[in-house]
C-alpha cells in the first residue's frame, strides 16, 4: 500500500512538473514572438505582458511541492543545521517543518478563501486582455496544499526515525 501511495504521490508531482514545464515553454515562445512581432509583423501580441506574468505564477507555485519532496529538506537555509551537533540535527529538521506549516497553512487558507471570492464574482485583472484572477490563486492554493502535504509527510517520517533511535537506544 505504501509503495501506491508513493507511486501515485511521484505520478501526481510528474503531472505538475509537466504542467509547469508547458507553461515554461509557453511564456518562451510567446515572450519570443512578442519581441520578433513589431519588427516582422508591425505588430505587437495583446496581453504578452500580462499572460507572461500571469503564466509565471503558475511555474512557481506548481513546482513548489516538487522542490520540497525532492529535497526532502523543504525550502530551508541549513546553516544552523549543518553547524549543530549531530545528535540536534533531527530535532531542527522538525522543528523546521513545524515552522514551514505554521507559514504554509495561513497562506493555503488565504487563497484559497481569495480564489473562490475571485471566481464567484469574476474578478479579472485589468489589462488588453481580461484575465480571470482566480486560476492563479488556484494555483498558489494547490502548490502550497501539496507542499503543506509534503511537509506532514516529512514530519511525520523525522518523529518516526527520533521515535525508533528512542527505542533502539534503550534496549
Known sequence: ?????????MVGLGVLVVSAGT????????????????????VTLPGAYEWIGYALVFVIW??????????????SIS???????????????VIRNIVMMVF???????????????????????GTPPLPIYFGKFAITIGVG????????????QLARLAHRARESRI
Open 146 to 157: 501539496l507542499a503543506l502535504v509534503v511537509c506532514l509527510s516529512n514530519l511525520f517520517s
Open 23 to 42: 507553461v515554461l515553454v509557453w511564456m518562451a515562445v510567446y515572450g519570443t514572438a512578442d519581441a520578433l512581432s513589431p519588427r516582422l509583423l508591425g
Open 104 to 126: 504554509f497553512v495561513p497562506l493555503c487558507w488565504q487563497m484559497g478563501a481569495d480564489a473562490w471570492y475571485a471566481w464567484v464574482k469574476g474578478a479579472v485583472f485589468p
Open 1 to 9: 500500500m505504501r509503495k501506491i501511495v508513493a507511486n501515485l504521490w
Open 79 to 93: 546553516i544552523i543545521r549543518d553547524r549543530a551537533p549531530v545528535r540536534i540535527q533531527p530535532w531542527l529538521d
Open 62 to 75: 506548481l513546482m513548489l511541492p516538487f522542490v520540497q519532496a525532492k529535497r526532502d529538506a523543504g525550502i
